[in-house]
């Protein structure tokens, strides 16, 4: 076992940051505030004072600017790192990202390569309203081409950022705001976390959850709740849902015979469902019950902390599903 | 600026290989063997001639929908070019990209592109990655009119402007975005006083003109290579043809004013300009034409004797392949 230390989410991201930079000088970071700064969130803390300015570049905000900026220096041979910070700005980059960063490497037949992280902050942290709490990542699942990281802990994210920085091709690096303080042991020597690989957060025999980012804490919390009423829980975080760990979920389903999935989105349309389609048409006999889904109201996200805790799933509400998905 | 024999003649080739591969790709076009549909640069050729010409394999270029010139005159092979748009195999991306998505790492050109404005910040970073690199290329956006009121103009050089990027953005003003008049969507027609905007210098030239073009462009491209950011050039040309192959391109504009514009012909008039002061003898065109033309007629041969694709290779390249 590698040795580990305590250390917060928000810092093991800049450690990855910094291992990668130091190791690779193709690597730049572009971002509003990300510079002296370092970041609203202190994501990019210390790495312009170590790289100085040509590689950690404070931004206009331009986020589609940033990204195409971001693809033409990977068609080029860089390896950019673009933070817009919060996902929700990421909508205002949505054209490179989709029409050039995800589709180049597929219509130039292999000939480039677009080695990009977007990289941005999602979910709703003490009442910041519609425009700052989006969880928006089904929309990049559904598009070929890009990859979609969804860090739940201090070592995933670190470990999964240097995975998404070696990658060759696009990745959107989604990370969670309630998280960026909280610590987690974190591996001492280098590593990285493989995608595609489903993380096994908690063994259980009654139910499966399924859950995304944030959700997964939620679901753990749940899980801990429901122990003492004698129900087994178990709850898997896929890491990355593009790609996805199939194999991990539906071995969970074929033990359990229960799936619940948890999901900070909203519920039409979102990746739930398509987890929900894969395990219905590849396990549907190891079935006990239908498969349920804990989804966000499919309302924007309203301001108002009493309307935004009727609309998100929660530790409570979580507990509660289970409890009625046992009893179906 | 010298201009030599050499040079008149070098950028005449450029343009007969830009107008020839146009036509004749129009010709297959019609006859109904190639799919999609194609915007021809026929009219424009001047604007890729003369910026190309200072630029070397290691250079990049962000192209448009209306990019085959731009991509023959940045040095992708014809042949390879005739056959991406006609959708086959032996095309330069296996005809997965067709006209619209013309790629070539091994001449920097990072592709022709469907949608309006988006290679704009693209050259920007290409200009980015060149300056960390530190070898002295440089990055050439090309765009239309069309592009100039889209978010992608204003961002992509303010970028360029506020990192003193070595881009160089070159607006092809054909007076129409596909069949919108300039002057009905915008209150400023003058693409080139919009560099003021960002701090950069903006040039107004005669783009039908190939051996201004050739001067400023020599000029904005030195001034990339030598660190001193990036500049706006707005070329005034105008299409000879529809905006894409099968609109007649009359509707919205005048037969006079098309006939108009016909009588600046780019390659016309380098080509009566140097008669006339005898620089360069007539033979020595002709020369060159037939050259060009069975220089095409070779990359249409190339392209026609591709097979056609094979259904399997569909899913491949959706992503990059896995480092060992």
């Known amino acids: 076992m590698m040795?580990?230390?305590?250390?917060?989410?928000?810092?093991?991201?800049?450690?990855?940051?910094?291992?990668?930079?130091?190791?690779?000088?193709?690597?730049?970071?572009?971002?509003?505030?990300?510079?002296?700064?370092?970041?609203?969130?202190?994501?990019?803390?210390?790495?312009?004072?170590?790289?100085?300015?040509?590689?950690?570049?404070?931004?206009?905000?331009?986020?589609?600017?940033?990204?195409g900026m971001g693809v033409g220096a990977a068609m080029a041979g860089a390896r950019p790192i673009v933070d817009i910070v919060f996902l929700d700005m990421v909508m205002e980059a949505m054209g490179q990202i989709v029409e050039q960063a995800a589709t180049i490497h597929y219509t130039s037949n292999g000939k480039f390569q677009v080695p990009l992280v977007v990289r941005a902050a999602m979910g709703s942290v003490r009442c910041t309203g519609p425009h700052h709490s989006r969880c928006f990542y089904s929309w990049f699942a559904h598009i070929p081409g890009l990859k979609v990281v969804l860090p739940a802990s201090a070592k995933d994210v670190k470990g999964l950022m240097k995975t998404a920085i070696r990658d060759d091709g696009p990745v959107i690096f989604i990370e969670h705001k309630f998280f960026y303080n909280k610590k987690g042991p974190v591996p001492s020597g280098e590593y990285a976390i493989p995608f595609g690989q489903a993380n096994v957060c908690r063994k259980g025999k009654d139910v499966t959850i399924l859950a995304m980012s944030l959700m997964v804490w939620h679901a753990v919390e749940a899980a801990a709740r429901l122990e003492q009423e004698g129900i087994s829980v178990e709850v898997i975080d896929p890491r990355t849902i593009v790609p996805f760990d199939e194999e991990t979920l539906l071995e969970s389903v074929r033990k359990t015979g229960r799936l619940l999935i948890v999901d900070e989105a909203q519920e039409f349309c979102g990746f739930s469902g398509e987890a929900a389609a894969i395990v219905s048409s590849k396990a549907f006999d190891d079935l006990d019950a239908p498969i349920r889904r804990l989804c966000a109201l499919n309302t924007p996200h309203p301001f108002n902390p009493i309307l935004e805790a009727a609309m998100l799933p929660s530790v409570d509400s979580i507990v509660d599903a289970v409890r009625r998905l046992v009893a179906s | 600026m010298e201009i030599s024999p050499d040079l008149v003649l070098s950028l005449y080739r450029s343009m007969q290989r830009i107008r020839k591969f146009e036509l004749r790709l129009q010709e297959v076009y019609r006859s109904g063997a190639m799919p999609g549909f194609i915007h021809l640069y026929v009219g424009e050729e001047a604007v890729a001639a003369g910026v190309c010409a200072h630029l070397s394999r290691e250079d990049y270029v962000t192209s448009t929908h209306r990019g085959h010139g731009h991509a023959i005159a940045k040095g992708v092979g014809m042949g390879e070019t005739f056959a991406e748009i006609w959708g086959k195999p032996i095309g330069v991306n296996g005809g997965r990209g067709g006209s619209m998505h013309i790629y070539d790492p091994s001449c920097g050109f990072l592709g022709t592109n469907g949608i309006v404005g988006a290679g704009i910040p693209m050259a920007s970073g290409a200009g980015m990655a060149a300056l960390l690199r530190g070898a002295g290329q440089v990055a050439v956006?090309?765009?239309?009119?069309?592009?100039?009121?889209?978010?992608?103009?204003?961002?992509?050089?303010?970028?360029?402007?506020?990192?003193?990027?070595?881009?160089?953005?070159?607006?092809?003003?054909?007076?129409?975005?596909?069949?919108?008049?300039?002057?009905?969507?915008?209150?400023?027609?003058?693409?080139?006083?919009?560099?003021?905007?960002?701090?950069?210098?903006?040039?107004?030239?005669?783009?039908?003109?190939?051996?201004?073009?050739?001067?400023?462009?020599?000029?904005?491209?030195e001034r990339a290579r030598g660190g001193e950011g990036p500049t706006l050039i707005e070329c005034a040309t105008y299409r000879h043809l529809g905006h894409f192959e099968g609109d007649p391109g009359t509707g919205y504009r005048s037969k006079e004013e098309i006939a108009e514009w016909k009588q600046r012909d780019p390659i016309e008039r380098l080509v009566q300009g140097a008669i006339e002061s005898g620089a360069v003898r007539e033979s020595d065109f002709l020369g060159v034409e037939r050259e060009v033309d069975a220089e095409v007629e070779q990359a249409y041969e190339f392209a026609k004797a591709g097979d056609e694709a094979d259904p399997g290779t569909v899913a491949q390249f959706v992503y990059a392949p896995e480092r060992p």
């Open chain 1, 3 to 67: 040795e580990t230390r305590e250390i917060s989410y928000v810092d093991a991201g800049v450690e990855a940051l910094q291992e990668e930079m130091r190791r690779d000088a193709s690597i730049f970071y572009v971002g509003q505030g990300i510079g002296k700064r370092g970041g609203n969130f202190k994501q990019s803390r210390s790495l312009w004072e170590e790289f100085g300015d040509l590689r950690v570049r404070d931004m206009p905000i331009s986020e589609l600017g940033q990204v």
């Open chain 2, 141 to 221: 956006s090309f765009f239309g009119d069309g592009a100039v009121n889209n978010c992608a103009f204003h961002e992509g050089i303010n970028l360029a402007g506020a990192l003193a990027l070595p881009v160089v953005f070159v607006c092809e003003n054909n007076l129409y975005a596909t069949e919108t008049p300039f002057n009905r969507v915008t209150a400023n027609t003058n693409v080139a006083s919009r560099g003021a905007a960002y701090g950069i210098p903006g040039i107004h030239v005669d783009g039908n003109d190939v051996l201004e073009i050739y001067r400023v462009a020599g000029e904005a491209i």
